[in-house]
T-cell receptor
Framework: VTQNPRYLITVTGKKLTVTCSQN?????MSWYRQDPGMGLKLIYY???????DKGEVPNGYNVSRSTTEDFPLRLELAAPSQTSVYFC????????????FGNGTRLTVT | KNEVEQSPQNLTAQEGEFITINCSYS?????LHWLQQHPGGGIVSLFM???GKKKHGRLIATINIQEKHSSLHITASHPRDSAVYIC??????????????FGKGTHLIIQP
């Protein structure tokens, strides 16, 4: 799973995109955010091309899944509360197959 | 809704010690995951298990379905085992699992 960029610093109100792609033909892809002392939280997920759905913490984020391989995460109006580490992951199944994670994106919004 | 609790939150041990990290969950699950995250690094899937025990090198994962409990053991621990270990189970909403719900992680430090 390839996730870019690794580090991103931006200012409040900017629009940004974090890219994620996989070449394992996995149907299930997902985005998580990880905050200090908290478990990973599901932002959005997709069970196949053209299908996306909200997770636990979707507000302020958007995703799309135009192909099986790609699942970008978009922040339309970056906010300081979105400062976090973001992980993309893919697997064969929603919960019953091992997850393959990207290397993470550390986002800072000032 | 499936709640996943891990203990301990932090664990410091000496090289060579036997390590146990515990995970409990609130509802019946089809599979439980153990993940490893090194400092500043990515997340790697260690195990996925639905019953019994799995072993990979010095790592052993067990699960007791009836008690809704899983453990991750590390034998002959080494400083390179220092990492955050995370357990995760299915996250249910309405019609079924839509992903995983994660414990907060156990921060393990193995001192030489």
């Amino acid at each position: 799973v390839t996730q870019n960029p690794r580090y991103l610093i931006t200012v409040t109100g900017k629009k940004l995109t974090v890219t994620c792609s996989q070449n394992m033909n996995h149907e299930y892809m997902s985005w998580y955010r990880q905050d200090p002392g908290m478990g990973l939280k599901l932002i959005y997920y997709s069970v196949g091309a053209g299908i996306t759905d909200k997770g636990e913490v979707p507000n302020g984020y958007n995703v799309s899944r135009s192909t099986t391989e790609d699942f970008p995460l978009r922040l339309e109006l970056a906010a300081p509360s979105q400062t976090s580490v973001y992980f993309c992951a893919s697997s064969d199944d929603r919960a019953n197959s091992p997850l393959h994670f990207g290397n993470g994106t550390r986002l800072t919004v000032t | 809704k499936n709640e996943v609790e891990q203990s301990p939150q932090n664990l410091t041990a000496q090289e060579g010690e036997f390590i146990t990290i515990n995970c409990s969950y609130s509802v019946g699950i089809s599979a439980l995951h153990w993940l490893q995250q090194h400092p500043g690094g990515g997340i790697v899937s260690l195990f996925m298990l639905s019953s019994g025990k799995k072993k990979h090198g010095r790592l052993i994962a067990t699960i007791n379905i009836q008690e809704k409990h899983s453990s991750l053991h590390i034998t002959a621990s080494h400083p390179r085992d220092s990492a955050v270990y995370i357990c995760a189970g299915p996250k249910y909403s309405g019609g079924g699992a839509d992903g995983l719900t994660f414990g907060k992680g156990t921060h393990l430090i193995i001192q030489p």
